[in-house]
Nanobody
Framework: EHVVESGGGLVQPGESLRLSCAAS????????IGWFRQVPGQEREGLLC????????YYLDSVKGRFTISRDNAKNTAYLQMHNLKPEDTAVYHC???????????????GGQGTQVTVSS
């Protein structure tokens, strides 16, 4: 796989969590990186994306001010930092890369298998 997500788990409401998106074969600094999530029975939704200049675009208002993307080019890894998590954030989280950002997972060139995030008390 070109990208592999990790860092998911069970957290309580209000806590923070950082997901990782490790790339192989490709050089992440050359790509836009998007994060998406999916709940069973629902469409995979776009959350936010950073382009090659690290400019962020948010696709879901409910994560604005709580979620951010960053990248570490030396580690060829991107991160999704999530704060003040809520039960409705429970989902499988996927990262995906392409030459440009998109809020549609299907338009991204490479994506991973995802990592489960569960927010529950």
């Amino acid at each position: 796989e070109h990208v592999v997500e990790s860092g998911g788990g069970l957290v309580q409401p209000g806590e923070s969590l950082r997901l990782s998106c490790a790339a192989s074969v490709v050089t992440l600094s050359l790509y836009a990186i998007g994060w998406f999530r999916q709940v069973p029975g629902q469409e995979r939704e776009g959350l936010l994306c950073i382009d090659k200049k690290d400019t962020s675009t948010y696709y879901l208002d409910s994560v604005k001010g709580r979620f951010t993307i960053s990248r570490d080019n030396a580690k060829n890894t991107a991160y999704l930092q999530m704060h003040n998590l809520k039960p409705e954030d429970t989902a499988v989280y996927h990262c995906a890369i392409d030459i440009r950002c998109s809020g549609s997972y299907k338009e991204m060139a490479y994506g991973g298998q995802g990592t489960q995030v569960t927010v529950s008390s």
